[in-house]
């Protein structure tokens, strides 16, 4: 695809994504963003950032006071998207340590809360919102949200279908913490666990309600490639496991997808998914291409009832989704 850009701006454009990523984040971070008439700068190096976001016609000044701009507002309602690519930020600040000594990798983290943050925001418009209209009020009588960040979707799920129980689990602590905040009801049961020890959070489904009384749902949002280490058939086991050990089960899954890589080379301008490969890459996760998942779901105990693409990436007649959502029923 054919841009219209020259290389002087590209230069550019590629340069000031390092300094407006950490900027956007971490004022989004601080609900700078939430006052829509005018933005409150408390101090001087406040004052600095907004200065900077007023030079790229995000901000105006008016009566000495400052504003956001039109186009300001359509950038910072997706300061979610700067977040999640901010927490991994200590995996390109130590590019340096890593290139020197590859194991470093092991002891460089991803900001959870962050991820969390941003995740939340980020994932309701393009995952969360369609997927609720996969769903019908009889699918379910139990959710349970494996890897709840949170707990945005489960807060949208009580939202929209009621007298519903819900549950999640998390390895990190902090998303039991910040689902039990955002949702701010003692309707919601919670357990700390990692998404692979299908026994621990399983059976603790189990105990918590009756599978032969209660119609469960398990959603999980980009599980998959967190859990995966880029091994398809670790992840046909997970699927087996909780077949076995919920058998009725449906399944709501939300993935990314790696595409191929011409798609990617031709729509630069259109895509951040080179970007979010690179961090998931170097932080450990592995990201299924569409080919792979479908591989997965030939081999799984499961069958697609009802799915979804998101963001399509296309050239000439070519195309693959960036994302998907997918309503899995067990086989019988």
């Known amino acids: 695809m054919k841009t219209n850009i020259n290389l002087r701006q590209e230069i550019i454009t590629l340069i000031r994504g390092y300094f407006l990523t950490p900027v956007i984040a971490n004022l989004a971070k601080n609900n700078f963003f939430k006052n829509k008439k005018f933005l409150k700068v408390n101090n001087y190096s406040e004052k600095i950032l907004v200065s900077y976001l007023k030079n790229l016609g995000f901000v105006k000044e008016y009566k000495n006071k400052f504003i956001i701009s039109k186009k300001g507002k359509k950038i910072f309602s997706r300061s979610g998207s700067f977040n999640i690519v901010n927490s991994y930020r200590d995996y390109l600040f130590n590019l340096d340590k890593i290139l020197d000594n590859p194991k470093i990798l092991s002891k460089i983290n991803c900001d959870r809360k962050e991820n969390v943050l941003g995740s939340g925001s980020t994932n309701y418009r393009k995952f969360f919102k369609p997927a609720l209209g996969l769903l019908k009020k009889n699918d379910f009588d139990v959710i349970h949200d494996l890897g709840c960040g949170n707990g945005n979707f489960l807060k949208n799920i009580n939202l929209k279908f009621k007298n519903k129980e819900l549950s999640g689990s998390d390895l990190s602590k902090i998303s039991i913490i910040e689902t039990k905040k955002n949702l701010n009801s003692k309707n919601v ?83 951040i998914m080179p970007e979010y490969i690179l961090f998931h890459q170097l932080s450990g996760q592995g990201i299924f291409s569409y080919d792979e998942l479908k591989f997965i779901l030939n081999k799984i105990p499961y069958k697609c009832s009802k799915k979804i693409e998101i963001d399509n990436i296309r050239f000439k007649n070519k195309e693959n989704p960036s994302g998907i959502v997918w309503l899995l029923e067990p086989k019988n």
């Open 189 to 271: 049961k919670l357990v700390q666990s990692d998404a692979l020890n299908v026994k621990k959070w399983a059976n603790w489904l189990i105990k918590e309600y009756d599978p032969k009384k209660q119609k469960i749902l398990v959603s999980m949002w980009f599980v998959i490639h967190e859990i995966s280490k880029k091994d398809v058939f670790k992840i046909i086991n997970f699927f087996k496991e909780i077949k076995k050990k919920i058998p009725e089960a449906k399944i709501l899954i939300g993935e990314i997808i790696e595409p191929e890589k011409k798609l990617l080379e031709k729509n630069t301008l259109n895509t």
